[in-house]
């Protein structure tokens, strides 16, 4: 078992920032690839960002194309923890935001049926 939460959503206006953390517990953390999901009012949950551990010394991170460079994941093994650094904040991206982990692919999974734990959500909202 996986128990994840998340932390740091909040209100920013349009072209601000926002850092998400997601902490882990219960598995070896660097097993596990992570990522980040997103559900809008109305819409399904979407994969935004995705991040495994090579291996090696090395990680290999996707991105869903609406956020490509403008966002970050990164991931601290040590600390068990998975961020989601949100630049250039826009309205379409007020969503709630979900951690997610599952197991290490080939690639980084972009369906949620790949992943196995869910935290509970934080909630983004952008003002125009």
């Known amino acids: 078992q996986v128990q994840l939460v998340e932390s740091g959503g909040g209100l920013v206006q349009v072209g601000g920032s926002l850092r998400l953390s997601c902490a882990a517990s219960?598995?070896?953390?660097?097993?596990?690839?992570m990522a980040w999901f997103r559900k809008a009012p109305g819409e399904e949950r979407e994969f935004v960002a995705g991040?495994?551990?090579?291996?090696?010394?090395?990680?290999?991170?996707d991105y869903a194309d609406s956020v490509k460079g403008r966002f970050t994941i990164s991931r601290d093994n040590p600390k068990n923890t998975v961020s989601l650094q949100m630049n250039s904040l826009k309205p379409e991206d007020t969503a709630v935001y979900y951690c997610?982990?599952?197991?290490?692919?080939?690639?980084?999974?972009?369906?949620?049926?790949?992943?196995?734990?869910w935290g509970q959500g934080t909630q983004v909202t952008v003002s125009s």
């Open positions: 991040i495994r551990w090579s291996g090696s010394y090395t990680y290999y991170a």
């Open positions: 997610a982990a599952g197991p290490v692919g080939l690639r980084i999974g972009t369906f949620e049926y790949q992943y196995d734990y």
């Open positions: 219960g598995r070896t953390f660097s097993s596990l690839a």
